[in-house]
């Protein structure tokens, strides 16, 4: 089983809209904080936001880059944690990561997010 | 909080050892252990080497060592073989601020 597996990406125009799912297997989802982290083409790793697991209060935490733009969410019930970019930017174009821990003990096999017009 | 800073690239020959070094500041590393490394092969997901400054999970190779001095972290690779090349990445991660990222490390297998 692989721990991680993102969806959701594809191109989408200056302006838009795009929800990222990331379904998580093999650990205890629930009682895991879990990171969003991308990386721009070519370039290095940029973290992105957090969210902790609800028995540590569920905070969430952001990039400020993405902050007022992007939500970071989760449902235990499905071990899916979610990210939802708004108002999205040419500079937003980056391979994006799930990854488990507050450290990323495991990492998804990234979507691509294309912001082009 | 800035980004770290790492060499762009380190090259060795099969069987020497390398280190990588991560620098910060006194706000920063200078003041936490919290310091994890990655490896990340070309197109591929990265791949957690060590956290916590120098504790490796299990299953990574005992050829990865790491360490902290002052403001410095550094990571070192042993018996450096073709498979050690990709681009290592040094991170300062926290439990209520940013996840902080170097800036890579190329490693070339000569």
């Known amino acids: 089983d692989v721990p991680l597996v993102e969806s959701g990406g594809g191109l989408v125009k200056p302006g838009g809209s795009l929800r990222l799912s990331c379904v998580g297997s093999?650990?205890?989802?629930?009682?895991?904080?879990m990171n969003w982290v991308r990386q721009a083409p070519g370039k290095g790793l940029e973290w992105v936001g957090r969210?902790?697991?609800?028995?540590?209060?569920?905070?969430?935490h952001y990039a400020a880059p993405v902050t007022g733009r992007f939500t970071i969410s989760r449902d235990d019930s499905t071990n899916t944690l979610y990210l939802q970019m708004d108002s999205l930017r040419t500079e937003d174009t980056a391979m994006y990561f799930c990854?488990?821990?507050?450290?990323?003990?495991?990492w998804g096999q990234g979507t691509l997010v294309t912001v082009s017009s | 909080q800035s980004a770290l800073t790492q060499p762009a690239s380190i090259s060795g020959s099969p069987g020497q050892s390398i280190t990588i070094s991560c620098a910060g500041t006194?706000?920063?590393?200078?003041?936490?252990?919290?310091v994890s490394w990655y490896q990340q092969h070309p197109g591929k997901a990265p791949k957690l080497l060590i956290h916590?400054?120098?504790d490796r999970p299990s299953g990574v190779s005992y050829r990865f060592s790491a360490s902290k001095s002052a403001n410095t972290a550094s990571l070192t690779i042993s018996g450096l073989q073709a498979e050690d090349e990709a681009d290592y990445y040094c991170?300062?991660?926290?439990?209520?601020?940013?996840?902080?990222f170097g800036g890579g490390t190329k490693v070339t297998v000569l």
């Open positions: 969210i902790k697991s609800k028995s540590d209060g569920g905070t969430r």
């Open positions: 991170s300062l991660y926290s439990n209520t601020g940013p996840w902080i």
């Open positions: 990854t488990s821990s507050n450290y990323g003990y495991f």
């Open positions: 916590d400054v120098s």
């Open positions: 093999g650990f205890t989802f629930t009682d895991t904080w």
């Open positions: 006194s706000t920063d590393i200078g003041s936490s252990n919290l």
